[in-house]
Every structure is written in structure tokens, then in C-alpha cells.
């Protein structure tokens, strides 16, 4: 998988005054990556001084909300179709199998 872009940190040397190029080289990121901070920001009139309060993963978000989001190709379960105990051997039969603790649907957990 592909290193996250460290966009505050590029936020932050660009605020300093720092050109595109020296970042890019001096922190060993893509020249592609920062212009495409430089552009998001401009974009949307975000600088150094808005999200320096901000975790470094919150600015990413905030830049690249698409990115890196975790998806599932899988539904949730309809675990209300389930009886109890049928639910629970399930539950058990995966835990021996495959040796570790598996989540417990809320209808269990009453």
C-alpha cells in the first residue's frame, strides 16, 4: 500500500515559506504529491494557521476523504434472523476454528 501524503507537514513548511520543490526534495515526497496539497489548498482557501490544531490524520481526511476509508464488499448481517442459540454456536464454532475472539452481535450481548 501506498505511504499516506504528510499534508499538515507540507502545510506547515509551505506557511514558512518553503517552495514546492525544496519540500518535495527535502522531505523526500513526491513532486506530485505536494502540488496536489498546494492545489487542494488554494482550492479551498485552507492554510497552516486552520488546521494546526488538527491531527495529522483529520487533515489528511480533510484533504483526501475518499482515500484509505475502510470499506467492506460485505453486508452486515441480519443477525435478528438468527436464534439465539443457533447464534451463539456460530459464534463459538468460529472462535475454535480459526483460534481468536470474534465480535458478539448485540442480540447476544443482552
Given at each position: 500500500?501506498?505511504?499516506?501524503?504528510?499534508?499538515?507537514?507540507?502545510?506547515?513548511?509551505r506557511s514558512a515559506g518553503m517552495s514546492r520543490n525544496l519540500i518535495a526534495s527535502t522531505r523526500h515526497i513526491s513532486r506530485n504529491s505536494v502540488s496536489d496539497v498546494f492545489r487542494i489548498a488554494d482550492e479551498r482557501g485552507i492554510g497552516y494557521k486552520d488546521i494546526?490544531?488538527?491531527?495529522?490524520?483529520?487533515?489528511?481526511?480533510?484533504f483526501y476523504p475518499d482515500k484509505h476509508s475502510v470499506e467492506s464488499m460485505y453486508l452486515d448481517p441480519d443477525y435478528?434472523?438468527?436464534?439465539?442459540p443457533i447464534l451463539?454456536?456460530?459464534?463459538?464454532m468460529?472462535?475454535?476454528?480459526?483460534?481468536?475472539?470474534?465480535?458478539?452481535?448485540?442480540?447476544?450481548?443482552?
Open positions: 500500500m501506498a505511504n499516506k501524503i504528510r499534508v499538515k507537514l507540507i502545510l506547515e513548511l494546526q490544531n488538527l491531527s495529522p490524520q483529520e487533515v489528511y481526511r480533510l435478528e434472523r438468527f436464534d439465539p451463539e454456536n456460530i459464534c463459538l468460529f472462535q475454535l476454528s480459526h483460534g481468536c475472539p470474534l465480535f458478539r452481535p448485540p442480540s447476544l450481548l443482552v
